[in-house]
């Protein structure tokens, strides 16, 4: 009976090099059989060598697994991986799956990948044809737009991130006319640039636009107008007037009510139908009004919970200085209520570039529309993996990077009040 | 001084401006839609109505649920659309329950792997638009499945093709007694319920209501079978060849591939919201609460179904149901894929053909809206009721 005895300190001495032991031998075997396709256990029975490494991993599991060892990583380790049976199964089951399923990845996104070459033909080994993206890189970034002329998208982006990159180091009077130049001089700038047709610039209309760009410009212009639109819908929901507060509450669950392809299928087909004949509003512009409204509406919730969550005595204090109903909002309750909100807000454009892909639907492409339209040329069939798997990156790291700064933002926020 | 008693004596006046100019402009903006409409229907030469939805819609429709062809009419089409969404809806919010609250609990589990490869897991695919997982799932997974031929087997029961998934077939006879028995199971465990909470608040005592629930709902189903004359039988779908190289499958039911990336996307993408829901639900209950019920002596099970679990789900269920409420808005994207729901059959199709935007639009959002409001309606009268009351 002594041999089987309960794990404890008694035993430590002889248990943890055994459990530690079995516990890499079972990794090992995994290890080995993921990445040299040899089977260590070979030798058994097939369904013992299948199970054999859990097993194995198991009891040495249970026999390392010594409450108050004494050893302070033994400790950790216990306390994280191994606290019970189940877990330890867990632990097991989470790391063989990983082992198992790297060599495969490792296949596909490198060692058998093609990277060089310019055609479909070149790619001839088993793992995924990068040179697909490579060759369509250009029109995944750009769209339609016109070779010679995309230094312009890169002129205004470039304008952009210096602006921005600027502001951070200048003092903060300065800060104040660089932003007002960001957000009322700039955009319109910007789409001149990439539009073109004045100074000299050949003129590009807005259904050779796409790819990347094409996503970042429709979530700017949309960010832009969404957000004054949405803090005037939320003070319109909280106004005391009823005429302009039912017509809010109308307005913002009317579009919150219904999914954004139906409203882009209205911009679509039915807008031209409210508007005098022979009246023509570009396709893009049209899509812009549509998501920014849809968009809005969300906002307008957003900004509506900060409103809501400002103390009476704010209000109150704002009135007794004698202050109006614009003077209030605009100096006393607004800076404070968006302040809190501020992860909502970022959560809402978060959600606003997540849905830029939809746009497809009245025929514009952005980089999944591209991916779209790439995959189905018949020099280039069969590529739709690498395409989504590499929009899903892009759109991965992009979503993952405001996700990452409005919680830090959260937190920070959250620290200094 | 004139100016201040001004506002004073006529604030209804006062507030009465903003509110005309607003009304008028909105009245004007849409005086001017309905004008300018109807001079471009009129040069079209259509009249708004909605005497079409009773057309011949002579279109096809790939999966239905209720008998279709294109002889039926562009209102039954519209059904069809409807009850599609509402299908690939129902099986993504089951889905994506089961997956977000795996999720969810893991995301808080002891276990330091589990909990990384759950938030990985939400932070992966909550990042990644909608559509992109649904193209991926469609155009790349999906499609590297096997021909007929050679489907994925399982014991010959199913299979999983290129062409969609083939599974048994349910044939029931006399199904409507076994609906009634359920129902009437679930009548039963209402009224058992509810005297066990009496029993429980009134005299303290303990009643197994969940073990009697459940027998219930087995016991009273299974007399159906046993004396009622319901019975269940399976077709299994067959492998048959239709010429040298093209197979096919016959009986059973097959489940199109539209139908299975669109429900994958839509639970794997929802369920990471899910997940965080409940993650903050079990947060959100305090170690207080925990220790309290033990120290007045309420075992384990008692404390999870008595202490934690209501608190938790007032806090899990409101954002819950809005996430299910955008999942069901979210399977428009269906018309990316071409999967027949509403928004593809209705306000694709049948708006190619018959022309009127305004009216299937119209329609369109209506549906949606009314899922919506209906849904909200019912959330605000189960916060009502989960309100804490105190006492």
């Known amino acids: ?417 | 001084m004139i100016f201040k008693k001004f506002n004073i004596e006529n604030k209804k006046a006062r507030d009465l401006i903003p509110q005309a100019i607003t009304v008028l402009a909105l009245l004007s903006v849409i005086i001017y839609f309905a004008t300018n409409a109807q001079i471009n229907m009129g040069n079209r030469g259509i009249s708004f109505g909605f005497g079409f939805l009773n057309q011949e819609a002579s279109f096809d429709i790939t999966f239905s649920m209720i008998e279709y062809d294109g002889s039926h009419s562009y209102g039954r089409a519209f059904l069809v659309g409807l009850l599609n969404t509402i299908l690939v809806s129902v099986i993504g919010i089951f889905f994506a329950t089961i997956i977000g609250v795996v999720v969810g609990v893991s995301r808080l589990s002891d276990n330091y792997l589990i909990a990384k490869v759950a938030e990985w897991y939400v932070e992966i695919f909550r990042n990644i638009p909608l559509i992109l997982q649904i193209f991926f799932w469609y155009f790349a997974a999906l499609r590297a499945l096997p021909l007929p031929e050679n489907g994925i087997s399982f014991n010959d029961i199913s299979f999983l093709t290129i062409k969609g998934w083939y599974v048994p077939k349910f044939i029931w006879t006399n199904f409507n007694i076994f609906l009634l028995s359920v129902i009437a199971a679930f009548i039963a465990i209402y009224f058992i319920n509810s005297y066990a909470t009496k029993q429980r608040e009134q005299f303290g005592k303990q009643l197994p209501a969940t073990s009697i629930s459940l027998a219930t709902l087995i016991l009273i189903p299974l007399i159906t079978f046993l004396f009622l004359g319901v019975s269940l039988t399976f077709e299994y779908p067959v492998l048959k060849q239709l010429s040298s190289t093209v197979y096919t499958y016959e009986g059973g039911v097959s489940i199109i591939p539209e139908l299975i990336a669109l429900a994958l996307a839509l639970s794997m993408y929802t369920a990471t919201f899910i997940a965080e829901n409940v993650r903050a639900g079990i947060l959100g209950v305090g170690k207080g609460q925990k220790e309290a019920a033990a120290s007045i002596g309420l075992n384990k099970n008692q404390i999870l179904k008595l202490v934690v679990m209501p608190q938790a789900l007032r806090i899990i269920i409101p954002p819950t149901t809005n996430q299910y409420l955008n999942l069901t808005k979210n399977s428009s994207l269906a018309a990316a894929i071409a999967y027949p729901d509403i928004v593809l059959v209705f306000a694709g199709t049948a708006l190619m053909q018959t022309g009127r935007a305004i009216e299937i639009i119209s329609i369109t959002m209506l549906t949606y809206l009314t899922l919506s409001i209906s849904i909200s309606m019912f959330m605000n009268w189960y916060n009502k009721k989960m309100a804490i009351k105190e006492k």
């Open chain 1, 1 to 417: 009976m002594n041999l089987i005895a309960k794990p404890s300190r008694d035993n430590i001495k002889t248990y943890v090099p055994i459990g530690l032991f079995l516990v890499s031998l079972s990794f090992l075997d995994v290890f080995i059989n993921a990445f040299f396709k040899f089977n260590l256990m070979g030798f058994l029975p097939s369904q013992l060598s299948y199970f054999l490494p859990l097993i194995l991993g198991f009891i040495g599991f249970y026999l390392i697994r010594i409450e108050f060892s004494g050893v302070r990583s033994l400790d950790v380790l216990n306390k994280n991986i191994n606290s019970n049976n189940f877990n330890a199964l867990l632990t097991l089951f989470t790391i063989f799956i990983i082992i198992k399923s790297i060599p495969p990845m490792l296949d596909w996104f490198i060692l058998e990948a093609n990277f060089v070459g310019n055609s479909k033909d070149d790619c001839t080994g088993d793992g995924a044809c990068w040179v697909f993206i490579k060759v369509w890189f250009n029109r995944f970034m750009y769209g339609l737009y016109p070779n010679a002329e995309q230094w312009r998208i890169n002129t205004a982006f470039l304008i952009l991130f210096a602006i921005v990159g600027v502001s951070f180091f200048v003092s903060e009077k300065l800060k104040k006319y660089f932003i007002l130049f960001l957000v009322f001089v700039f955009p319109f700038l910007g789409i001149k640039l990439i539009s073109g047709g004045s100074f000299g610039l050949e003129y590009v209309e807005s259904a050779a636009w796409g790819g990347l760009s094409l996503t970042f410009i429709i979530s700017a212009f949309a960010i832009l107008f969404c957000f004054p639109i949405g803090v005037i819908l939320a003070l319109g929901r909280r106004s005391s007037l009823p005429a302009i507060k039912y017509i809010s509450i109308g307005f913002i669950e009317l579009w919150r009510g219904v999914p954004l392809i139906t409203v882009l299928f209205m911009s679509a087909v039915m807008f031209p139908m409210f508007l005098p004949d022979g009246t023509f509003i570009d396709k893009l512009i049209r899509v812009l009004i549509a998501i920014t409204l849809f968009e809005a509406a969300y906002m307008a919730e957003v900004v509506r919970g900060g409103l809501q969550a400002l103390p009476k005595g704010q209000y109150e204090a704002a009135k007794s200085l004698g202050m109006g109903y614009w003077r209030m909002n605009a100096l006393i309750i607004l800076p404070q209520a968006l302040k809190l909100v501020i992860p909502g807000i970022a959560n809402t454009l978060l959600a606003l570039v997540k849905d830029t892909p939809l746009i497809f639907v009245v025929g514009l492409m952005e980089l999944a529309g591209m991916i779209g339209l790439a995959k189905t040329n018949p020099k280039w069939l069969g590529m739709a993996i690498e395409g989504y798997v590499f929009a899903g990156l892009v759109f991965w790291v992009i979503c993952y990077a405001m996700s990452r700064y409005s919680q830090n933002l959260e937190k920070k926020l959250s620290t200094e009040r």
